[in-house]
């Protein structure tokens, strides 16, 4: 009876041998799946965020300009009330096109931004109307605006009390926030 044990011993220890190099081989295939699934991941993800990098680069300035507009800082006096229904088309499209690769929370917000400086659906073939005055404790556009200003213009502006500045500013904040959340980057990054 011994001499059975030993041979089933010895065929144990065999099948056992031959399995162990089938198990690391199955292993090793199943891991270097794995890893390529997250190298692609990876990949993808830097992709998209290399896009988001671009149309970051493409609409912050008109954000930006937009912004400044209606709070009168910085450029404002560049800036007509023809190029901000400008700079809104451009950024509508461009927001458009990549709204599946920006998320949702960003999307959301910059339509807030938008709807706090612009009054939108006018009717059929009507322009956004600019959430702004000509004229205000700010100043004058018309006699501000460094180049000639053009008496149409002045149907460009909503009427009606516009955004208060305060709401105008959290709005444009909440919305880059989204930005910089939506590239990838946390605030503490930036500092």
Known sequence: MSGNWEIGLEVVKLLVGASVPAI????????NKRLKSI??????????IEIRLDIYKDISPKLNSMFCFCMWIGDWKYTS???????????????????????????DSYDTFIQSVFQTFNGPGEDAKIRSQITSTDGDRRAAFKGQWEAAW????????PTPKEEISQNYNNMMNEFR???????????
């Open 81 to 107: 009330p023809a190029d901000m229904i400008s700079l809104k088309r451009s950024t509508d499209k461009t927001v458009n096109v990549y709204r599946h690769l920006l998320t949702e929370g960003f999307y």
């Open 154 to 161: 002045n149907t460009m502006f909503a009427s009606g009390t």
């Open 181 to 191: 959340s939506c590239i990838g980057l946390k605030e503490a990054e930036l500092k």
């Open 39 to 48: 190298d692609q991941a990876q990949w993808q993800n830097r992709k998209i």
């Open 24 to 31: 690391l081989a199955y292993l090793g295939l199943a891991l």
